[in-house]
């Protein structure tokens, strides 16, 4: 068995020296957050903030902040977790070991929720007596930021049909009526906006429950990436090895387990949200949201308040990402036929670069070695769930390919063979993540795929004698071989215009960026500042460019990665 409460688990981790007491009062308006960063930064402990000023409940912050603090909490449960996703991927498994398939289906047993009564230690309260918590100095308000937002399909009600999704809360600030509405952002291609759309069309106002705390599995769960049709309620019961307890009041669901839950319905109006400092590493902006009108709002009587903070990775939610990896394995892969491998980029915010390695095998008689199957695979990814959301997709075939997860040596190997004349692929006028700026339109922006493979076509320069470029242009910085950083004042066609006089061999790629030492510095930073600052349609040039049937070409790629007046403003403290 798991654990049953939000407090059992932080009892757990205090008695095995993962967690620290802060007794003295602290101020939920950005001290919080900075201790937070600074403990995280540091590889640190999960706090307990024992006096938050203005609220008479304790907080707790960076549970999840490390991998083996996450493979603590779930030590129980997360090897029969792997087991049955495998079983389900490899069926035929399950007749090589029956004793232990068996023992793995009856521990699924546990993803059926289990109906209970209301319970009695649950007080109703004011929004307004949660800690309100700031973590960024230009934040709209406080948020509630490890919310497990749950949903039903009024075509399709019942808990086995939910959704469990985590989506930032906003409880104060901007034009929300204290107490009796709260901001709900959702972003593009998530389960809640099916729920409401279908809410809409039938004439009804979608019934909502926020849960905050209770088991950590419960929290996990919010940000799982499940197959659409199948409930988070599930798979939180399956890895506590503790099956969900909900109780219905006034028509909504509530988590018994959970220290606090909010239920409202979600207005047909829209209300203004944010800004709020988010993952990418800059604020997402104030934009029009759906908002949740507050029914009622419960606390337990001994109620602890979880929350993180976000901003450029890795941070405490990357943590996630990696225990995710962990226990899905190669199920990706094995949806997927011929990818061997997939990484999302925590460097460059996730969803906006994704590198991948596939295989060649149906065209061995194919002279030129030119990508095939590899881009049947990419096409195949970018319809696959939230890896939708890529805007940059690289891949490379199998053959002498780098391991994934060694990113510099990836890059090498994709600039060694890749054949700019035909290797850049371009998606215009599509989706992309709704906190990334590099678009002017939220929502809405560009994809392109780099698929490389063949024999190798160039050696790549590790030295570098920086050009006579005029004095519109600055620093000219090595990132890695073959990556050449740029800084200026000038355009981006006085610098092709410039750059086209030179012998650039041994060079594959140039980013134009404000501050080429920055980015050189570090191959994160570059990572970072190239794939957050750049819309693929707009952003990407090169040397002797031409389009021929539509399609884009050139001699070597430009990527303009500089802030534009459209971005958002980079985070800082």
Same mark, same amino acid.
């Given at each position: ?24 009062? +602290? ?6 957050? /900075? ?16 006096? $938050?000023?203005? /609220? ?24 029969? +977790? ?109 389960? %809640? ?68 839950? #909010? ?9 203004? !949200? ?11 902006? *104030? ?9 009622? +709002? ?17 941070? !405490? ?59 049947? #695979? ?39 063979? $890749? ?50 470029? /005029? ?9 890695? =071989? ?20 030179? =012998?650039? *061999? ?6 134009? $960026?404000? =501050? ?20 693929? @349609? ?8 031409? %389009?021929?049937?539509?399609?884009? @070409? ?20």
């Amino acid at each position: 068995m798991g654990y049953s409460s939000l407090r059992s688990c932080i009892d757990d981790l205090e008695k095995n020296g993962f967690l620290i007491r802060i007794s003295k009062e +602290v101020d939920p308006n950005l001290e919080m957050a /900075s201790i937070h960063l600074k403990e995280f930064e540091n590889s640190g402990k999960a706090i307990l903030f024992e006096n $938050v000023k203005g /609220s008479k409940y304790p907080a707790i912050s960076n549970i999840f902040g490390s991998v083996e603090r996450s493979n603590f909490i779930f030590r129980k449960s997360i090897k029969k +977790v792997k087991k049955l996703i495998d079983l389900k991927m490899n069926p035929i498994n399950g007749f090589k070991d029956p004793i232990s398939s068996l023992k793995s289906a009856v521990y699924a047993t546990m993803a059926l929720p289990k109906r209970v009564s209301f319970p009695n230690d649950f007080e109703e309260i004011k929004i307004s007596e949660i800690p309100q918590i700031k973590c960024w100095p230009d934040d709209g308000g406080a948020f509630i930021t490890l919310p497990q937002v749950y949903s039903e399909d009024v075509m399709s009600p019942g808990i086995m049909n939910s959704n469990l999704g985590m989506y930032r809360i906003q409880i104060s600030g901007n034009e929300f009526i204290k107490d009796k509405e709260i901001g709900l952002h959702y972003q593009i291609h998530r389960g %809640i906006g099916i729920h409401q759309k279908h809410a809409v069309e039938n004439g009804e106002n979608l019934k909502v429950s926020i849960f905050i705390g209770g088991p950590p599995s419960h929290t996990f769960a919010a940000v799982m990436p499940l197959p659409d049709g199948m409930s988070e309620i599930t798979f939180a019961g399956i890895l506590e090895g503790r099956r969900f307890r909900y109780a219905l009041k006034d028509g909504y669901t509530i988590s018994t387990d959970a220290d606090f839950v #909010i239920c409202g319905e979600v207005s047909t109006d829209l209300k203004p !949200e944010g800004p709020f400092g988010d993952h990418l590493g800059y604020y997402s902006l *104030t934009h029009d949201f759906p908002f949740l009108k507050i029914h009622k +709002v419960y606390a337990k009587k001994n109620a602890i308040f979880p929350f993180t903070v976000v901003g450029r990775p890795p941070q !405490e939610d990357s943590q996630f990402g990696k225990l995710i990896h962990q226990m899905t394995g190669k199920a990706v892969e094995n949806e997927i036929p011929g990818l061997k491998a997939v990484n999302a980029v925590d460097e460059s915010g996730v969803h906006p670069l994704l590198l991948a390695i596939g295989k060649e095998r149906y065209t061995p008689y194919n002279p030129t070695r030119a990508p095939q199957e590899i881009l049947t #695979i990419a096409n195949h990814i970018l319809g696959t769930g939230q890896l939708s959301l890529a805007k940059y997709l690289l891949i490379i075939e199998d053959e002498n390919a780098p391991d994934i997860n060694n990113k510099k040596e990836f890059f090498k190997h994709l600039l060694q063979h $890749v054949d700019w004349s035909r290797d850049l692929h371009f998606q215009t006028n599509t989706t992309i993540d709704t906190l990334d700026y590099s678009s002017k339109e939220l929502n809405h922006g560009s994809k392109l795929i780099i698929a490389a493979a063949g024999k190798k076509k160039r050696n790549l320069l590790t030295e570098f004698s920086p050009y006579n470029l /005029s004095n519109k242009f600055n620093s000219q910085v090595l990132v890695i =071989d073959g990556i050449l950083a740029i800084d200026g004042k000038g355009s981006i066609e006085e610098l092709i215009k410039e750059l086209e006089k030179y =012998d650039t *061999t041994g060079i594959a790629l140039i980013t134009f $960026v404000d =501050d080429a030492n920055f980015v050189s510095e570090d191959f994160s930073n570059w990572l970072w500042v190239c794939f957050t600052r750049s819309n693929p @349609s707009h952003d990407v040039y090169g040397l002797n460019m031409k %389009i021929e049937n539509k399609h884009f @070409s050139c001699t070597l790629p430009i990527i303009d990665a500089r802030i534009k007046p459209h971005h958002a403003p980079v985070l800082t403290r």
